[in-house]
């Protein structure tokens, strides 16, 4: 899982080829928290096919506003510099996130 920070946002997704799935949390985020260990499964799972990332927006917070990430947690996966889909707070369970990945592996 790659760690994003606002230095290198742009090049690791925006400008990446593929898909990239961003997995935007917070330290204080408790659904963030209880998501990961899923996340990180399916990585293990789908990382031939997708970059997978996660973003702190604690330390991000312009660079998540711009991404119009308002509320935790969202997972997004990118193309070509534009987000393609997003899961946001109820919607990003592991299931829903699969099937997200599913849908553009």
Not at 81 to 103: F, Q, S, Y
């Amino acid at each position: 899982m790659l760690d994003l920070d606002k230095d290198n946002f742009e090049a690791e997704v925006l400008q990446a080829q593929g898909h990239i799935l961003v997995d935007f949390y917070s330290d204080g985020c408790i659904p963030c928290q209880a998501l990961m260990p899923s996340i990180h499964a399916l990585e293990k799972t789908y990382g031939a096919k997708i970059k997978f990332s996660s973003l702190n927006i604690t330390k991000a917070r312009r660079l998540a506003i711009g991404q119009k990430v308002l509320g935790l947690p969202v997972i997004a996966l990118y193309q070509g510099g534009e987000k393609l889909d997003e899961l946001v707070k109820d919607d990003a369970t592991p299931e829903n996130i699969e099937a997200m990945i599913r849908k553009y592996a």
